[in-house]
Nanobody, 123 residues
Framework: EVQLVESGGGLVQAGGSLRLSCAASGFTFDKYNVAWFRQGPGKERETIACISTGDGAAHYGTTYYADSVKGRFTISVDSAKNTLYLQMNNLKPEDTAVYYC???????????WGQGTQVTVSS
């Protein structure tokens, strides 16, 4: 059974940093691609960062970032720990959201979801 568990969310002041973690079980990263999404208050869920790690990925390690986070957020994986990370720097109040990790067959796919972790950025 695929399981994803996020951690690392919290309250931070604007300009600060957080690192989110997503511990995966039931699969290894060479099988599925993984990604981070977020949903802010009153907003639709947004794809913010993806990394190609799974079967069929054209280029292992290819990344995608939404324009809203490019240059501030970094997605990475530690295959030995089967953990996905999202390093978030220079946080802004508009980054306030519930952040979800997901795994899927496709790049930026989301066949399986974590439960989410709240990130709140104060101004």
């Amino acid at each position: 059974e695929v399981q994803l568990v996020e951690s690392g969310g919290g309250l931070v002041q604007a300009g600060g940093s957080l690192r989110l973690s997503c511990a995966a079980s039931g699969f290894t990263f060479d099988k599925y691609n993984v990604a981070w999404f977020r949903q802010g208050p009153g907003k639709e869920r947004e794809t913010i960062a993806c990394i190609s790690t799974g079967d069929g990925a054209a280029h292992y390690g290819t990344t995608y970032y939404a324009d809203s986070v490019k240059g501030r957020f970094t997605i990475s994986v530690d295959s030995a720990k089967n953990t996905l990370y999202l390093q978030m720097n220079n946080l802004k109040p508009e980054d306030t959201a519930v952040y979800y990790c997901a795994a899927g067959w496709a790049f930026c796919g989301s066949d399986w979801w974590g439960q989410g972790t709240q990130v709140t950025v104060s101004s």
